[in-house]
Structure formats: C-alpha cells, structure tokens
C-alpha cells in the first residue's frame, strides 16, 4: 500500500510540475507576443506621424462647405444616377498620371468636376516629380453604401448628421497613402498643405485605410483659372510649380468666414 502511495504521490507531482511548466511557458509565450504587439504599435505611431490628422473639427467643416454650396447627400443609387446623367458627377478618367483600384466599382469612379480637376492636376504634378501614377481608392459614395462601409469599419464617418462622410456629396476623393515613400508622401503632404492653407481643400490622412483623404471646394475652380490665365500672360512663368511657390490666391475665392 505505501509503495502505491508513493507512487500516486510521485505521480502527482509530475502532473502538477507539468502544469506548471505549461503555464509557465504559456505566461512567457503571452508576455513575448505582448511585448511584439506593444513594440509594433510604437514602431506604427512612429511611422504615422501625419500632417493632417483626421479631426472632429475637419469633418465640421467637411459639412460646411457642403451646406454652402447646398449640395445634396446622396441616398441611393437612383440618385447617383440622375445626378451623372445631369453631368453634375462627372467621370474620373483613369491616365498615366492617375489608376483606380481595382476594387472601386467603375459606378463609384465620379465626382463633382472641380474635384476631378484637382485630382486630375495632383496626378500630372506627382508624375513630373517622381514618374509614378496616383492611385484613387474612393470617390462618390451613397448613404446607402456608407452606412454598409461602417458595419466593417468604424472608423468611417457616419452617413448622415453634421459629421457625416462628405463622399457623400461626390467632393470627396481618397488618394492612396500606402506604398508611397517618405520622400513621396512629404512632397503630397506640402503640396496639399498650400492649398489647405488658401480654403481650397480640406485633407486627412487616415490611420485605419491609409489615404489621404482630401475634399475639395468649389473655390478650387476660380483658383485655378486664375493661374492658367497667369500662365498664358507670362509664358515664363509655368503652371507645374511646386506647391511652396504656387502663387496667392486672388480675392474673388478668398476663404469665407
């Protein structure tokens, strides 16, 4: 009786050295993939240090250019529709200065025409300085699409209310952030800023979707035409400048109050 005593006390103590062991391992298997995770997010907030963060502020004013120009956010696709076959959403042209994702519906590849413009003028300014192609991950949008983008990201702006996404009222394009260098991405960064400065776009760059998310005003229209007329007046003076030295705004698009 005492050897089988002996030998189930013994056989205890193996068991629970075992435990042990594995809780052991497992406590220090945790702490190391603690440790990577913490490490991965430092080295993520590191490398995310943006220009222009997204703010609840931005997206107020997002909302206010669209009540100045009273547009309408579009709910539904029979919306979208009328409002292509009115010309008032126009196509983005895919080029050798700009591509889409693949996975942009070619029914959502439309926008409000001075939102093209812009696009349309960042992809020749970016492929001058670095022979490479901007790429558009999002343009127009409906209600009934932003409210189905939110069950699988809750970072998207809601689709309605004073917050609501401006995609909404096709003023609103997403730039690809991700895959572009250091240098490419300061470059978008300054050239976006002077613009931002003069109320002509408001941008964020988004952590979640990595994109420079950008909204363009209708003021954009009237700045550019200046400067093309600028242009033909001063033939040494060309239009692809870069974004420290483009010209002052003139005072018919000066930003409102």
């Avoid at 558009?136 to 970072?155: C, D, E, M, P, Y």
């Avoid at 998310?213 to 242009?231: I, P, T």
């Amino acid at each position: 009786m005492k050897v089988k005593f002996s030998g189930r006390i013994g056989f205890l103590c193996f068991l629970i050295a075992a435990v042990c062991g594995q809780a052991a391992a497992l406590h220090s298997t945790t702490q190391a993939r603690e440790h990577r995770s913490s490490r991965h997010h430092r080295l993520r907030s590191i490398l995310f240090n943006p220009l222009f963060r997204p703010t609840h502020e931005s997206l107020l004013r997002q909302n206010e250019e669209i009540d100045r120009l009273e547009l309408p956010r579009i709910q539904d696709d029979s919306e979208l529709e009328e409002l292509k076959a009115s010309g008032a959403l126009v196509p983005i042209r895919a080029s050798e200065t700009l591509r889409f994702d693949p996975r942009l519906d070619p029914s959502r590849r439309y926008c409000r025409p001075w939102t093209r413009d812009f696009v349309e003028d960042l992809g020749e300014a970016y492929n001058r300085e670095f022979h490479g192609q901007i790429q558009v991950n999002s343009a127009v949008r409906t209600a009934q699409g932003q409210k189905k983008l939110r069950r699988h990201n809750r970072n998207a702006a809601p689709e309605s209310g004073e917050t609501g996404s401006s995609h909404l009222a096709g003023i609103t394009v997403d730039i690809q952030r991700r895959g572009l260098t250091g240098e490419q991405i300061r470059w978008v960064e300054q050239y976006m800023l002077v613009l931002n400065n003069q109320g002509l776009i408001e941008p964020e760059e988004e952590r979640h979707e990595w994109v420079f998310h950008v909204m363009v005003s209708d003021r954009y229209e009237g700045w550019r035409e200046s400067n093309v007329l600028s242009a033909q007046q001063e033939p040494s003076v060309s239009p692809a400048v870069e974004p420290n030295e483009l010209p002052e705004p003139v005072s018919m698009i000066a930003q409102e109050p």
